[in-house]
């Protein structure tokens, strides 16, 4: 499989066995019908590039032209000035970039973005995971109820519930220091501490982003064959030895496409840090894209920004073709 | 044309900036054109901006903590204020504060420079001058407050409601802008409307300077509707105007002729800023200049934290203004004539 | 653009499975052990049970509390120690963000754009799916697999000039600027290609030999047959469309325009203090997506499922 396809395994375009419900019904309603209509394959071919022009022609103006416009854009100095008056934009060359790797603000905006994509990430898949196997057990009823619950989380606004949690967060008045003063534990500054913000904000994460990795892991798990688990119950495996010996290896697969995922996902973290924290407490929790909004939207360096923008690309781009060498190794 | 057309370029980009910056902070008069004070003049040539209303920092005090300090005023120098804070403090428990200054908000530190003379940037806005006296003795100032325990080193997205803070006696002062007037008669319970109180900023020898922010018609050199704006900018401008915009929306006039109304003459509340309004002093007029005063409070952060010292702070403040301001330097540097 | 969800990116190659010889089924223990062990299940019942039960609840606490401190009074909600329910039931702050914030207008442009993209998209992304999966066409794999490049690039990357490009057409503050980024999405292509490769070919043959055309197989024919994607595909667009917060961020500037998620976000700058009327706000904003959600849910989450695993 070519790093360049997505991990979809039916490039060569095969085909369920069964036709697909509506199907039926459709192919006896369908009139046989007078002349034998010429369906050249230039006119498939005319046809279908009718119906991708709408598609393409807007994928390609509006994403695939900016993000090479974003390339162009990071080699110039264009700013507030330039927007006003474009021949104030002068060629820098890789001016941004040095500029960039000689921030401190930018370094600790990257580190900030891997703390929480990798902390944040295999904790997330941690909890769905366990979560999945929770719901995938044989004693439990009620499986799809629990699912819709553990699930909620994840469709609702994230800034809604980033606001909802900037209050749970609240030192003094916030439930979740009155629930940890039970445990015995002093109230902890969450969002004004530098040390915690970034926990905070992975907590909250981690709250919000399991559901869908569950509904994931439970789908990977219920294609494990019940033979195995019941040869290795003969052979004398206990459940966790169960657990690693079956489920694990051939959960992999759906490990590591969860994985690559989540962490582009956690590598564009914005709204979070927008809405709770402003990136503070002392940029603790300002992430290379909030960056990239605040140099671009807010003070308008435009080139710097784009050079930021193109930096995360490189980064997503690089992690994710890790993640694929991995898969090729294990595959 | 030299400064004119580098202004001219600054009205057509502003007409963007102003139009997208994100409203990341509640105080949006923040991003105005900055005035040249001008009353009149031609249009195409002046950046003209009658203010629809102004915004000057004073604080709102609760009166009760003063008088048990034994200050039937508030303060009006430095030297005194600090004095009443530290009295003040003595006389409370350690979660409370005299004041209440989150430290991501830039007017405070701004502020004191101000008043302690700084220019903030030196060489028509060319370089900063945060390594001179003048902005150190401000900055010092500003520092003083978290140094010597009056304020607490709160953003203030950590604040969850200063006016029952006040009401329950955790802080006794505030910075802030006539807009809270309003907020506080709202917001306060009766037991604490009794006492509260606004007043001028203590400057070093006697009231200190406040900053003109607030919100502004600006008239730009592009616009295709000159005389309607014009005619607008003039109407909002008439006293007896202003004096109906406040009625209907508690903006305080900028005009001293719209003053002189009774309306504001029985009103304790607006005298402290109608005192105010003497003192005030523009700001550096840059379109960089959002961009430079959230640095100075980043910056500023830092030191409070003990981060940095203080040395390394302006020198850094100095370091990073510098180069925001490159560009301008570029552009100033070809409008010059050439000799 | 609706990318701030983790993507879904269609199915795995085929796993290979390790079969071990001598599985035999069927569970352990002769009659002499069903006791215990039916007492060894309940007990492991009742623990998993717990564990279900204590993660709901974590799950729903946030909105649980956010839903009652909306209708707490002014201030309840910042006392100690934190009430979990309120004194008296107060409507206040509902009527407030109605009346004085005028958030009707926002849920009426939060709505209005996530419908229109979804209508859209439904129609535009399944032509391009449909195309790709079943009409031959020079060029095919090729333009595909450029397009998969697609999948790779962060949609922040395209922000900036993006924002130019729609400042140049005076798309900006416009529900145009919100809507037309979101009218194609590679992964709504990628999606219904998925599901329409497996329409029998030779129904589209016997279709054409009818003399149906392209169109005509496409709305007759494919449509139907791939209802349960495109349902799977309209909740997606719409809950992302609805949730979505950086680019309509960048290109609203006027109020007026604002979805619910800017306002939200603008309004709590504002109004930090006033937790019960925040909370208030985003009890509106998510109601719609959740009941959208747990209306519609079998088909999301079928289309999450599926999507993830390749037979």
């Given at each position: 499989m070519s790093a360049t396809l997505p991990p979809d395994g039916a490039a060569s375009g095969e085909m369920l066995s069964e036709p697909l419900p509506g199907m039926v019904a459709i192919k006896r309603r369908f009139p046989w019908s007078r002349d034998p209509g010429a369906h050249t394959p230039s006119d498939v071919g005319k046809a279908a590039w009718l119906f991708l022009a709408p598609a393409l022609v807007l994928i390609f103006v509006f994403f695939f032209l900016p993000v090479l416009a974003s390339l162009v854009l990071?080699?110039?100095?264009?700013d507030i000035y330039a927007i006003a008056n474009p021949p104030t934009t002068r060629f820098v060359g890789m001016a941004n970039y040095t500029k960039l790797f000689h921030s401190p603000e930018f370094w600790q905006a990257l580190r900030n973005t891997f703390y929480f994509a990798l902390v944040g990430g295999p904790l997330t898949i941690a909890v769905s995971l366990g979560t999945a196997l929770l719901l995938n057990a044989k004693l439990v009823r009620f499986k799809s109820f629990f699912r819709t619950i553990y699930f909620t989380p994840f469709v609702t606004t994230l800034v809604a519930v980033s606001i909802v949690w900037r209050y749970l967060y609240h030192t003094r008045y916030g439930v979740l220091n009155y629930g940890l003063a039970h445990l015995g534990i002093a109230p902890i500054d969450w969002l004004g501490n530098p040390h915690w913000a970034m926990p905070a904000i992975i907590l909250m994460s981690i709250w919000k982003n399991f559901g869908y990795n569950m509904l994931i892991f439970i789908a990977g798990l219920q294609a494990i064959p019940q033979d195995l688990y019941d040869a290795a119950e003969i052979d004398g495996a206990g459940p966790v030895r169960r657990f690693f010996a079956v489920t694990l290896p051939l959960l992999g697969p759906t490990l590591l496409f969860v994985s690559v995922i989540t962490m582009i996902g956690y590598f564009q973290l914005f709204s979070e840090p927008y809405v709770m924290t402003q990136g503070g407490p002392?940029?603790?929790?300002?992430s290379v894209v909030l960056m990239m909004y605040e140099e671009g939207f807010r003070w308008w360096r435009m080139g710097y920004a784009a050079a930021i923008a193109f930096v995360l690309f490189v980064v997503i781009l690089i992690a994710t073709l890790i993640q694929f060498r991995l898969q090729k190794e294990h595959a | 044309m030299g400064k004119m057309s580098l202004t001219q370029h600054l009205i057509g980009s502003l007409v963007v900036a102003f139009a997208f910056l994100?409203?990341?902070?509640?105080?949006?008069?923040?991003?105005r054109l900055p005035t040249n004070g001008s009353n009149g003049g031609g249009m195409d040539t002046h950046l003209f901006r009658p203010a629809v209303d102004s915004k000057g920092f004073f604080s709102v005090n609760g009166s009760d903590i003063l008088a048990k300090a034994g200050y039937k005023e508030f303060p009006k120098t430095w030297a005194d204020w600090t004095t009443a804070m530290k009295k003040i403090k003595s006389q409370m428990s350690p979660r409370q504060f005299p004041i209440l200054m989150p430290t991501n908000e830039w007017p405070q530190p701004v502020m004191f420079a101000l008043e302690a003379g700084s220019p903030i940037l030196r060489d028509d806005g060319r370089y900063g001058a945060f390594e001179q006296p003048a902005f150190r003795k401000g900055f010092d100032f500003y520092l003083g407050f978290y140094r010597q325990g009056f304020a607490s080193p709160v953003s203030s997205s950590q604040v969850s409601n200063l006016f029952q803070e006040f009401e329950r006696g955790n802080i006794a002062m505030y910075i802030s802008g006539p807009w809270y007037i309003g907020e506080f008669k709202n917001r306060l319970d009766s037991a604490t409307q009794k006492k509260w109180m606004t007043a001028a900023m203590p400057g070093i020898n006697g009231p200190g300077v406040s900053l003109a922010l607030g919100s502004s018609l600006s008239l730009f050199a592009?616009?295709?509707?000159k005389k309607e704006a014009w005619l607008l900018m003039e109407y909002m401008s008439r006293p007896a105007i202003q004096l109906q915009f406040y009625v209907l929306t508690g903006d305080l006039p900028p005009r001293k002729a719209a003053w002189q109304d009774t309306t504001f003459a029985n009103n304790k509340y607006t005298r402290a800023f109608r005192d105010q309004l003497e003192r005030v002093v523009p700001l550096p007029q840059v379109p960089e200049w959002e961009e430079i005063a959230t640095t100075i409070y980043e910056h500023g952060e830092q030191a409070i934290r003990k981060a940095k010292t203080v040395d390394q702070t302006l020198a850094s403040l100095d370091q990073d203004v510098n180069a925001m301001l490159e560009k301008r330097r570029y552009l100033l540097a070809q409008e010059k004539p050439k000799t | 653009m609706s990318r701030t969800n983790p993507r879904l990116v269609v199915g795995e190659g085929k796993s290979t499975y390790d079969y071990r010889p001598g599985a035999v089924g069927g569970s352990a223990g002769g009659y002499g052990r069903v006791d215990s062990a039916r007492a060894r299940r309940r007990g492991t019942q009742i623990v998993l049970y717990a564990l279900l039960i204590i993660g709901a609840l974590i799950a729903l606490l946030p909105m649980l509390w956010m839903l009652s401190a909306s209708f707490m009074p002014t201030g309840e909600a910042s006392t100690y120690p934190p009430h979990l329910m309120p004194s008296r039931i107060t409507f206040d702050h509902y009527r407030d963000l109605f009346t004085r914030l005028n958030l009707g207008r926002y849920l009426f442009n939060s709505a209005l754009i996530a419908v229109v993209v979804t209508g859209v998209s439904l129609v535009i992304n399944s032509l391009a799916g449909y195309a790709f999966a079943k009409l031959r066409f020079r060029g095919r794999d090729r333009a595909f697999r450029i397009l998969s490049l697609g999948l790779v690039l962060p949609v922040q990357v395209a922000m900036l000039p993006l924002f130019l490009l729609m400042k140049n057409l005076h798309l900006?503050?416009?529900?145009w600027g919100v809507i037309i980024p979101g009218m194609a999405s590679i992964f709504g292509i990628f999606l219904i290609r998925q599901y329409a490769l497996s329409i029998p070919d030779d129904m589209l043959d016997a279709a054409r030999i009818d003399g149906a055309s392209e169109l005509r197989i496409y709305w007759s024919v494919v449509v139907p047959g791939i209802l349960p994607i495109l349902a799977t595909l309209a909740i997606w667009t719409f809950l992302a469309t609805w949730n979505d917060f950086m680019w309509p961020l960048i290109v609203l500037s006027d109020e007026a325009h604002y979805t619910l998620p800017v306002a939200l976000a603008n309004l709590s700058g504002e109004h930090v203090m006033d937790t019960e009327l925040m909370m208030a706000g985003s009890v509106l904003t998510v109601i719609p997506v959740l009941a959208v959600f747990l209306f519609l849910q079998r088909y999301y989450i079928q289309g999450v499922m599926a999507g993830s695993v390749k037979g």
């Open positions: 990071s080699v110039t100095d264009f002392l940029r603790a929790t300002t | 994100a409203p990341a902070s509640a105080r949006a008069q923040d991003h592009a616009s295709q509707h | 900006i503050n416009t529900y």
